[in-house]
């Protein structure tokens, strides 16, 4: 037997309102990928930062190659060869990515020469970066490349991935693998979290569940299911999503030729952007990350103002030009894809953070209903099984997946018209997943017209009636979910809708026209 990678024996850390690991032990030996599974809130992420030095232990030791450590800070922890890629990202917005990832290199390193090492990596791994561009100019999706190629910068021994492949595509998701599987048979281990049970079964081949901050079980995922690695985590399967076919009701959104010029040199020009939302239906956006996603969601939340009125229009009211809280009375309600300082204010409590999308709470005489906030955010914790210490935890003290939880919840709740929803399920268990999917979808037969932005391939086929594609700025046409296909939405994510149209038209029999429509045709050609 060889000497483990790691070693931890008995770790327990306590905050006032949870223990949040009691007791835990792990064994992961060199060149095994070893997944931890466990629902939101079962202390995964604590235990990843006691092993990187981020969070100190109440009790319990640390061996590492077979020695004992004390990893007081992320630098210690980086120079005995542990690296980890967070869930919530740990980058200077405004620095660029190079300097960034010189951060935490070795100081001898110049920016030149670290940037030529990000380019050099970014291609030879397909996780395509700009070195120079500023990291507020990024999306999720493209920060997270950044983590990961600050981590593969540093040869580490030991890989910690926190959800890695949340906001990423199939075939980025794919092209990473190679990559784990490479440095795994070099003989680095790797921790991986992910909520995504095929992964891991895929990838691991060793595995912990935790529950409530308890090792509850170990196993060898290439010989469970999806199933019984759902049982292991929640204690039983996910309910089976009901999508019931329904005719769709009138237009609610309507996007009529959005043209937007990027606001900043690294952003994406919107190009003839049209689209329709009716009542009672869920219309679904693929993309790879930073096509002008953002840009697009910027637009229809009203956070940026600058396009023609009638470019936008929510219930047949022109809004282009209105802010957030004139189309929030409109009955438009908005989640975006970043939780903590866009989603909610980290250091506010969760009742007043149901201030940033709820106009009722305050009365006509100007003051705060607070008892009636407590008592709305309790009723969201309690219907979305969010783990918070109630109404007046901090928004900061939730992990990832429960605040998620709660964001949803608490547009779900104020019963809007039009849902626009970007990234629903990122980073949230299997079970809290089929939750808050089962949720758009009776919102949705409720008669409220849903847009979703995710780049989760699995949840659009799954929830949408209807999918659309942007890439570079525009978008495709839709496409019935019934008639899509994983491999025609992989090609268009990379803008080829207009060849897979003309490769279906030229399959497709040519119906007999009367001759002056012959004339029409010939003069006119194919109108894509």
Same mark, same amino acid.
């Given at each position: 037997?060889?000497?483990?990678?790691?070693?931890?024996?008995?770790?327990?850390?306590?905050?006032?309102?949870?223990?949040?690991?009691?007791?835990?032990?792990?064994?992961?030996?060199?060149?095994?990928?070893?997944?931890?599974?466990?629902?939101?809130?079962?202390?995964?992420?604590?235990?990843?930062?006691?092993?990187?030095?981020?969070?100190?232990?109440?009790?319990?030791?640390?061996?590492?190659?077979?020695?004992?450590?004390?990893?007081? %800070?992320?630098?210690?922890?980086?120079?005995?060869?542990?690296?980890?890629?967070?869930?919530?990202?740990?980058?200077?917005?405004?620095?660029?990515?190079?300097?960034?990832?010189?951060?935490?290199?070795?100081?001898?390193?110049?920016?030149?020469?670290?940037?030529?090492?990000?380019?050099?990596?970014?291609?030879?791994?397909?996780?395509?970066?700009?070195?120079?561009?500023?990291?507020?100019?990024?999306?999720?999706?493209?920060?997270?490349?950044?983590?990961?190629?600050?981590?593969?910068?540093? %040869?580490?021994?030991?890989?910690?991935?926190?959800?890695?492949?949340?906001?990423?595509?199939?075939?980025?998701?794919?092209?990473?693998?190679?990559?784990?599987?490479?440095?795994?048979?070099?003989?680095?281990?790797?921790?991986?979290?992910?909520?995504?049970?095929?992964?891991?079964?895929?990838?691991? %081949?060793?595995?912990?569940?935790?529950?409530?901050?308890?090792?509850?079980?170990?196993?060898?995922?290439?010989?469970?299911?999806?199933?019984?690695?759902?049982?292991?985590?929640?204690?039983?399967?996910?309910?089976?999503?009901?999508?019931?076919?329904?005719?769709?009701?009138?237009?609610?959104?309507?996007?009529?030729?959005?043209?937007?010029?990027?606001?900043?040199?690294?952003?994406?020009?919107?190009?003839?952007?049209?689209?329709?939302?009716?009542?009672?239906?869920?219309?679904?956006?693929?993309?790879?990350?930073?096509? $002008?996603?953002?840009?697009?969601?910027?637009?229809?939340?009203?956070?940026?103002?600058?396009?023609?009125?009638?470019?936008?229009?929510?219930?047949?009211?022109?809004?282009?030009?209105?802010?957030?809280?004139?189309?929030?009375?409109?009955?438009?309600?908005?989640?975006?894809?970043?939780?903590?300082?866009?989603?909610?204010?980290?250091?506010?409590?969760?009742?007043?953070?149901?201030?940033?999308?709820?106009?009722?709470?305050?009365?006509?005489? $100007?003051?705060?209903?607070?008892?009636?906030?407590?008592?709305?955010?309790?009723?969201?914790?309690?219907?979305? %099984?969010?783990?918070?210490?109630?109404?007046?935890?901090?928004?900061?003290?939730?992990?990832?997946?429960?605040?998620?939880?709660?964001?949803?919840?608490?547009?779900?709740?104020?019963?809007?018209?039009?849902?626009?929803?970007?990234?629903?399920?990122?980073?949230?268990?299997?079970?809290?997943?089929?939750?808050?999917?089962?949720?758009?979808?009776?919102?949705?037969?409720?008669?409220?017209?849903?847009?979703?932005?995710?780049?989760?391939?699995?949840?659009?086929?799954?929830?949408?009636?209807?999918?659309?594609?942007?890439?570079?700025?525009?978008?495709?046409?839709?496409?019935?979910?019934?008639?899509?296909?994983?491999?025609?939405?992989?090609?268009?994510?990379?803008?080829?809708?207009?060849?897979?149209?003309?490769?279906?038209?030229?399959?497709?029999?040519?119906?007999?026209?009367?001759?002056?429509?012959?004339?029409?045709?010939?003069?006119?050609?194919?109108?894509?």
């Amino acid at each position: 037997m060889s000497i483990p990678r790691l070693q931890l024996a008995h770790i327990t850390k306590r905050y006032p309102s949870v223990v949040a690991n009691d007791g835990v032990s792990l064994t992961v030996q060199p060149g095994e990928t070893h997944a931890v599974l466990g629902e939101n809130g079962a202390g995964k992420s604590t235990l990843m930062k006691v092993i990187y030095g981020s969070v100190k232990p109440d009790e319990g030791t640390v061996m590492f190659d077979g020695q004992p450590v004390h990893i007081r %800070n992320p630098q210690e922890a980086r120079a005995l060869g542990i690296s980890m890629v967070f869930q919530h990202f740990s980058l200077f917005d405004t620095l660029t990515v190079a300097e960034n990832v010189w951060l935490g290199l070795d100081k001898s390193l110049t920016l030149q020469q670290v940037t030529h090492s990000i380019t050099m990596k970014a291609t030879e791994y397909g996780l395509d970066i700009d070195p120079s561009r500023p990291v507020h100019t990024l999306s999720v999706g493209e920060m997270q490349r950044v983590e990961i190629i600050r981590s593969l910068l540093t %040869n580490p021994k030991l890989l910690i991935l926190d959800e890695p492949t949340s906001v990423l595509t199939p075939q980025a998701v794919e092209k990473l693998f190679v990559v784990l599987k490479k440095l795994a048979s070099e003989g680095c281990s790797i921790l991986y979290i992910s909520h995504k049970l095929h992964e891991i079964r895929e990838l691991c %081949n060793a595995c912990t569940v935790m529950r409530a901050g308890k090792v509850t079980g170990v196993c060898d995922p290439r010989r469970e299911t999806n199933a019984s690695l759902s049982r292991l985590m929640i204690g039983a399967e996910p309910p089976e999503l009901e999508h019931h076919d329904r005719q769709p009701g009138d237009v609610v959104l309507s996007v009529n030729g959005l043209t937007l010029p990027r606001e900043d040199q690294f952003g994406v020009d919107l190009d003839d952007i049209r689209l329709q939302v009716r009542a009672g239906e869920v219309v679904g956006i693929a993309g790879v990350s930073g096509n $002008g996603q953002r840009e697009l969601l910027y637009a229809l939340s009203g956070e940026d103002t600058r396009a023609a009125s009638a470019m936008i229009e929510v219930s047949g009211h022109a809004v282009g030009r209105f802010g957030p809280a004139h189309r929030r009375h409109l009955g438009l309600h908005f989640v975006p894809e970043e939780r903590l300082g866009r989603g909610a204010v980290p250091t506010l409590s969760l009742s007043q953070n149901l201030l940033l999308t709820r106009t009722d709470a305050v009365g006509k005489s $100007g003051w705060i209903d607070v008892k009636g906030l407590r008592g709305q955010a309790a009723d969201i914790i309690r219907r979305f %099984n969010v783990k918070a210490g109630g109404p007046d935890a901090v928004a900061r003290s939730l992990s990832g997946g429960n605040l998620q939880k709660f964001i949803v919840g608490r547009e779900i709740d104020a019963r809007p018209v039009l849902l626009v929803i970007s990234q629903p399920t990122w980073g949230v268990d299997v079970g809290a997943s089929a939750q808050i999917r089962g949720e758009i979808l009776k919102l949705r037969d409720a008669g409220c017209a849903v847009l979703v932005v995710s780049e989760e391939l699995e949840e659009l086929f799954e929830i949408s009636d209807r999918l659309h594609v942007i890439a570079k700025g525009r978008l495709s046409p839709s496409v019935d979910r019934a008639r899509a296909t994983v491999t025609q939405i992989g090609e268009w994510m990379s803008g080829l809708w207009v060849v897979h149209a003309l490769r279906d038209a030229a399959k497709a029999p040519t119906p007999a026209l009367p001759q002056r429509g012959r004339e029409e045709d010939q003069q006119g050609g194919l109108n894509v």
